[in-house]
């Protein structure tokens, strides 16, 4: 394992007050996004749409690195220019989403197990080559009534940390990723009980199976209220307890901490990042910043609509909710 390597791709990834930009949505989740807004479910507009992404000018200003999807690495602009060599030029590092998704755990009814182990070395191996230098792979916890499980909490982390040593061995920087989700109508209490034990599973996990924390990137939730519970707690409250959280869990040692947003209205996803490092920033012993997905593109997407003449207003968009959270990251955020 190339330590050096690893330690040097996570930090390039978490510098400058810059995040990641998740953008893996799988085909069953782009075509859904699509579905909503009236936009053709075809492979010719998924491309467009990366397309509008990847050639977003300022773009690297706030953005360090990508998350493609298998489809979008392989995809290229219509001047036949590949979105691997545009990003690049860019000075934004690829990263691939390796998971095969989230299945029925057998057993334990509501529960979910990712795959994608198999062949996943070979894989690996094959993005590697084509200059992609980091991968991630996503759990999916759910809070409900007698869940989650002592088990389903055991064989995704034991997951986790199969792939993480395999991106590792490879040279690739495993982005870890066990989200629980913020449906249902649980407390920002219970939230935070259950990242706890998943966390606290998870880096045991990564422990025992050798991982080195320095060359991963963390990309938790954030410990929030559900979606209907019935106290929705302020900004100043969900970063104490996140924070909090993940200082009694997550090692000093871990090459950097980047949230998903998880279906947080954007503007409040922004403001939360915000108020952990203007309350918090100090007691911090890890670089933490965003890998949003629907918190960066929603609005632009919105805004495209699958238009061409919608594209530069669509970028324009995007852009500027890329640089809003790089502001988060500053404590610098003026609710915008
Ligand atoms: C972009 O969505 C990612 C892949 O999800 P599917 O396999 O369901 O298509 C997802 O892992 C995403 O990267 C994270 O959840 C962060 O996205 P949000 O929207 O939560 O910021």
Redesign the pocket.
């Known amino acids: 394992m190339d330590i050096h390597g690893l330690k040097n791709i996570a930090q390039r990834l978490m510098a400058d007050d810059k995040g990641l930009l998740?953008?893996?949505?799988?085909?069953?989740?782009?075509n859904k996004r699509f579905k909503a807004l009236g936009i053709p479910e075809t492979e010719e507009f998924r491309r467009k749409y990366r397309q509008l992404i990847v050639t977003t000018p300022l773009l690297e200003e706030s953005i360090s690195g990508a998350?493609l999807?298998d489809e979008t690495v392989y995809q290229k602009t219509e001047d036949g220019v590949s979105f691997l060599s545009l990003l690049e030029h860019k000075g934004i590092i690829a990263g691939i989403?390796v998971?095969e998704?989230?299945v029925a755990l057998a057993g334990f009814l509501g529960e979910k197990i990712t795959e994608g182990l198999d062949g996943l070395r070979n894989r690996l191996e094959v993005y590697y080559s084509l200059g992609i230098r980091f991968a991630?792979w996503?759990a999916v916890i759910k809070i409900d009534e007698g869940i989650p499980t002592k088990a389903c909490i055991k064989v995704n982390a034991v997951t986790l940390a199969r792939y993480a040593a395999l991106c590792q061995e490879v040279g690739l920087v495993p982005i870890i990723?066990p989200?629980v989700l913020m449906d249902g109508e649980h407390t920002l209490g219970k939230c935070e009980e259950v990242t706890s034990l998943v966390l606290k599973e998870v880096f045991n996990e990564l422990y025992e199976q050798r991982v080195c924390l320095e060359g991963m990137i963390l990309?938790p939730?954030m410990v929030v209220p559900s979606l209907e519970c019935k106290v929705q707690n302020d900004v100043e409250a969900v970063a104490e307890a996140t924070i909090s959280c993940f200082l009694r869990v997550v090692p000093a040692a871990v090459g950097g901490v980047a949230?998903?947003?998880?279906?947080?209205p954007y503007e409040l996803?922004s403001k939360r990042l915000n108020m952990m490092h203007l309350r918090f920033g100090q007691l911090m012993p890890w670089p933490l910043t965003?890998?949003?997905?629907?918190?960066?593109?929603?609005p632009a997407l919105d805004i495209w609509k699958g238009q061409d003449q919608n594209v530069k207003a669509a970028q324009e968009m995007l852009a500027f909710r890329a640089s809003c959270n790089s502001a988060a990251r500053r404590a610098a955020y003026k609710n915008a």
Request: aromatic residues 10%; neutral net charge; contains cysteine.
């Open positions: 998740a953008m893996d949505e799988s085909l069953a989740t782009c998350i999807f989403k998971d998704g989230a991630k996503r990723e989200e990309k939730n949230f998903l947003s998880g279906g947080q996803a965003f890998s949003f997905s629907r918190a960066i593109q929603q």
